[in-house]
């Protein structure tokens, strides 16, 4: 069995936080470089979708068809000064009762289209017909200045639905709670639903609903995420390759939450790295795989049980890799 693991963030997140057995996976395997990129261009080359933008919002419902499709994902948009600053869904909370209201009003107010909360903070838009929006998934632009970064045929339905969105009781009753309100709708990965190859994967594990829907389209199978390796372990085929997608640095990373990111580093070392480390080591696993898409020169990993014996290949810290 062939486990890969896709951590985007990972040794950007890595400053004074140690990871033992990740640490030794990395220096014990055989490692190459790469494109520097985000997670959403590294989906596009594992799953050979050639250059076209990736149709995030198509692959992230689960029943696209022939329409249009783009991620109309809720965001809060911060004043600051003279600038308006992105907040992701990512980075605050937002119920599935929440989106759900949310995405009806807007329903109600735009006839001729429709929004579908696939997750709570991840949202989809069906459109009467081919638009032009950000190629950007709003965690990658979290906390910086947005007013520039959407083209302008994205700008008339956003205004107005800033607009809605502010008289809504739910956004006031989540002020007085001291709560960001969902003031606007970031407009992301419009298209069609691609062709998409059969991928080199027997299984793909992800939170990212555009992750599994790379995987539906390709035929493979795929579940949500398991809380830990052990409980991948009990559920996973012994043989081929599989894909696991660990994502959850990119938001604190994005927003400068160092302690978040630490915490976060610290919960995948326990839950994730150590397991596989004891996996490989008892030959349940036979080739672990880490893949940091933006990694640059040390964009992947690969260790298998023998790479173990090579005690003279000394574990380093993760900022040594940054």
Do not use: K
Not at 19 to 45: D, I, K
């Amino acid at each position: 069995m062939h486990c890969e693991l896709v951590v985007p963030g990972l040794f950007a997140a890595a400053a004074a936080t140690r990871a033992p057995a990740l640490e030794l996976l990395l220096a014990r395997g055989r490692g190459r470089g790469g494109e520097s990129q985000r997670l959403e261009g590294w989906l596009s080359e594992a799953f050979s979708l050639g250059e076209e933008p990736l149709a995030a919002g198509a692959l992230t419902v689960a029943d696209a068809g022939e329409a249009f499709w783009a991620r109309a994902d809720p965001v809060h948009l911060r004043l600051m000064r003279d600038r308006l600053i992105l907040v992701p869904a990512a980075a605050f909370s937002i119920s599935a009762a929440e989106a759900s209201t949310l995405c009806e009003a807007l329903d109600r107010h735009f006839p001729a289209l429709s929004f579908h909360p696939v997750q709570a903070g991840r949202w989809c838009l069906r459109l009467p017909s081919a638009m032009n929006f950000s190629s950007e998934n709003p965690i990658d632009l979290a906390g910086r200045e947005v007013a520039l970064a959407m083209p302008e045929a994205g700008h008339p339905l956003v205004n107005e639905a800033q607009m809605l969105l502010h008289a809504q009781p739910l956004n006031e009753a989540r002020e007085a709670r001291g709560e960001p309100p969902v003031n606007s709708l970031w407009l992301w990965g419009a298209g069609r639903a691609p062709q998409v190859p059969p991928s080199p994967w027997q299984s793909v594990s992800a939170d990212d609903p555009l992750v599994l829907g790379l995987a539906r389209a390709a035929g493979t199978r795929y579940r949500p995420l398991p809380p830990s390796a052990a409980a991948w372990l009990e559920r996973a085929p012994g043989e081929g390759r599989h894909l696991i997608v660990l994502d959850a640095l990119r938001a604190p990373l994005a927003l400068s939450q160092h302690a978040e990111g630490c915490a976060m580093l610290e919960a995948l070392e326990r839950d994730w790295f150590a397991p596989l480390l004891g996996a490989l080591r008892e030959g349940r696993v036979g080739m672990v795989s880490v893949h940091v898409p933006d990694g640059g020169e040390r964009a992947s990993f690969e260790t298998i049980r023998g790479d173990l014996r090579r005690f003279w290949r000394r574990p380093r810290s993760l900022e040594h890799y940054a």
